[in-house]
């Protein structure tokens, strides 16, 4: 898929992370969380051996594990700047920053559509998979690179389409989030930051990249928030206001406070579920359309039904995975095949996933971002009419209904 300006783009960002010996910044740097770690277990062992002076240690326990989770995200913030400088200079040698940034975006948002010669000509546009070689992150790009078993090289990306689909990175709250635990930037930022490169070089960026959004994000945020929160406050909740009860009326016990926590608890859970997983009709959708969409993260879907071809698994030569790569005329994208045990994920991915490559299918299920595109399964229908179902959004429900059925249980045997 990669033609020699882009080859030599991609070696050389590489190559930058040799010249500026990443590999022993990153290393060193890496120590400092493992000694704090070190330093909090110790300090945490002194305090079950000490029979006096336990608050000392219990302070210096506490202060060592708070200064480890935050070097955890200064070593990845260096991480991130790394690759920055890894991608100048890769412009800086091969003077051609256009071919790394529709590269970069290619791999992100899986928008490689296949073009005719004719078409191919007018499109300054450059298409690569690199996650062997550790130009993406591969926690972002899981799968995508699978997409190069279905494409042929005559492909291309559509600018219109990346610059739709790199709003999310730069206005969604949850953009932001991801980046946090990310070893590397954000696509969207990468992209930016070649665009002032090639500006610097006096040429013209194969990207242009809207101002600012046209409405606010951080409402769909803070709701997503509250709904991902939604079965732990409710066995908060639960608990907080039986407690409360007690206290001025009666004396309760144990299966009181169980009771409530299952119940406010589960409760809060299925409406987690149902906003996880909205049912209803899944409209037949484009991977292009998709992944413009801002209003959706890992706790925000929408339904849809996309209709391609499996080109590969999600996870490349792994023979277990059950998860898939497929393509339409627009794109590619990976779907998320999920069962209530993992032995039925392993089962369908050793003995059936394999007859399914390269066949036309329907996939219907939620789609969701954070950051990486992606599709949860509820079902995947072949072009002859078999189909294949993903039972873990029912097995949620059961699991909401049951906790809700223990928790009445519980009061109720109280009661009586």
């Given at each position: ?112 559509q296949v073009a005719n010669d004719e078409e ?245 299920g939620w789609y969701r971002r954070s950051p ?45």
């Amino acid at each position: 898929m990669l033609d020699e300006d882009e080859r030599k783009a991609v070696i050389a960002h590489e190559v930058g992370h040799i010249v500026h010996w990443d590999f022993a910044v990153m290393t060193i740097a890496m120590v400092v969380p493992i000694v704090l770690y070190i330093f909090a277990r110790f300090s945490l062992e002194m305090v079950h051996r000490s029979r006096r002076g336990r608050l000392p240690a219990i302070v210096a326990a506490v202060v060592a594990y708070i200064a480890y989770v935050l070097s955890q995200y200064l070593v990845l913030f260096l991480s991130r700047i790394r690759e920055y400088y890894a991608d100048e200079f890769s412009v800086i040698v091969t003077r051609n920053p256009n071919a790394l940034a529709t590269a970069l975006a290619k791999v992100a948002y899986g928008l490689a559509q296949v073009a005719n010669d004719e078409e191919v000509k007018g499109v300054p546009t450059k298409i690569e998979t690199v996650r062997a070689l550790g130009i993406f992150d591969p926690a972002m790009a899981r799968g995508l690179v699978a997409a190069a078993l279905g494409v042929s090289a005559n492909t291309h990306v559509s600018p219109v389409s990346v610059v739709k689909a790199m709003q999310w990175d730069l206005w969604n709250p949850w953009a932001w989030v991801c980046e946090l635990s990310s070893t590397h930037p954000l696509p969207a930022r990468r992209l930016k930051a070649l665009e002032q490169l090639a500006v610097k070089f006096n040429q013209t960026p194969v990207f242009d990249f809207p101002e600012k959004p046209s409405e606010s994000y951080w409402d769909e945020f803070l709701t997503d928030l509250v709904i991902a929160s939604l079965p732990y406050l409710g066995v908060v909740i639960g608990l907080a206001g039986v407690t409360l009860i007690l206290l001025n009326f009666v004396q309760g016990n144990l299966l009181t406070w169980l009771g409530a926590a299952f119940l406010v608890g589960g409760s809060g859970y299925l409406i987690k579920v149902f906003h996880l997983n909205p049912m209803g009709e899944f409209p037949l959708r484009k991977i292009e359309e998709l992944v413009s969409e801002v209003k959706v993260s890992g706790i925000r879907s929408i339904p849809c039904a996309l209709k391609g071809k499996l080109i590969g698994r999600g996870e490349p030569g792994l023979i277990l995975s059950a998860d898939m790569v497929l393509q339409d005329e627009t794109g590619f994208i990976v779907l998320l095949y999920r069962q209530p045990l993992f032995i039925f994920e392993w089962l369908f991915g050793l003995f059936q996933l394999e007859q399914l490559i390269g066949l036309t299918v329907t996939a219907i299920g939620w789609y969701r971002r954070s950051p990486l595109p992606y599709v949860e399964l509820l079902k995947v229908v072949t072009e002859h009419g078999i189909e294949f179902n993903c039972y873990f959004y029912q097995t949620r429900l059961i699991l909401g209904v049951i906790a809700i059925a223990v928790g009445i249980g519980f009061l109720a045997f109280v009661l009586v």
